[in-house]
């Protein structure tokens, strides 16, 4: 039987209001994973979204099955780099995708991420920084093969041939030739992007 998987857009901090119903969805669906694309956490500019951040780390936001998430737009918050570094995991059933990386799930699922913006400036060393390089791309063709790409942003082409039209008023996100080269080479047999 196949493996069910939840595929979640930007939390943006939203952390109660999100897991309150993944796990309603669970009990339901029995997801064997859920997959967060975009950004997790917020900018950590309101009291809500450091009230939620305390409450994740404190363990009083349940995360109702293994979940997994890369990075978005924004940096990491300070406290969750902190856990990441200090346990591998934010939290019982959250874990981190890396910048980039590869991870086979316990349900033999081959992940494999790339997360944040093409950057070509030196800031995009750090691990924990919404920012990427051609390298870092390149690093991954290493992988072989993908069951899930999850990258940020989408490969070049990917409207090609397509007929659905855009809305007026929607922001068409950044098309980068490394992703597609990356989807080239990996072949995966789902591509989850956030854009």
């Not at 039209?165 to 080239?184: G, R």
Request: aromatic share 6%; hydrophobic share 35%.
């Amino acid at each position: 039987m196949a493996s069910k998987i939840v595929v979640i857009g930007s939390v943006n901090c939203e952390l109660r209001e999100v897991f309150t119903k993944l796990a309603k969805l669970h009990v339901k669906q029995n997801f064997a994973i859920a997959i967060i694309v975009g950004d997790l956490f917020g900018d950590c500019s309101t009291e809500h979204e450091l009230d939620e951040i305390t409450a994740l780390l404190q363990g009083n936001i349940n995360v109702p099955l293994p979940t997994y998430f890369g990075l978005g737009n924004r940096p990491l918050p300070t406290r969750i780099v902190e856990r990441i570094e200090a346990n591998d995991e934010v939290c019982p059933n959250l874990y981190f995708l890396g910048k980039r990386g590869t991870l086979k799930t316990a349900e033999g699922i081959r992940l494999v991420a790339l997360g944040g913006n093409l950057e070509t400036d030196s800031k995009a060393t750090n691990k924990f920084h919404p920012g990427y390089t051609e390298s870092d791309a390149r690093a991954l063709y290493g992988a072989h093969s993908a069951d899930i790409l999850v990258t940020h942003q989408w490969p070049k082409g990917i409207r090609t041939g397509s007929s659905a039209p855009l809305s007026e008023d929607a922001k068409v996100p950044e098309e980068v030739q490394c992703i597609a080269d990356l989807c080239s080479t990996l072949k995966p047999r789902y591509h989850l992007s956030s854009g």
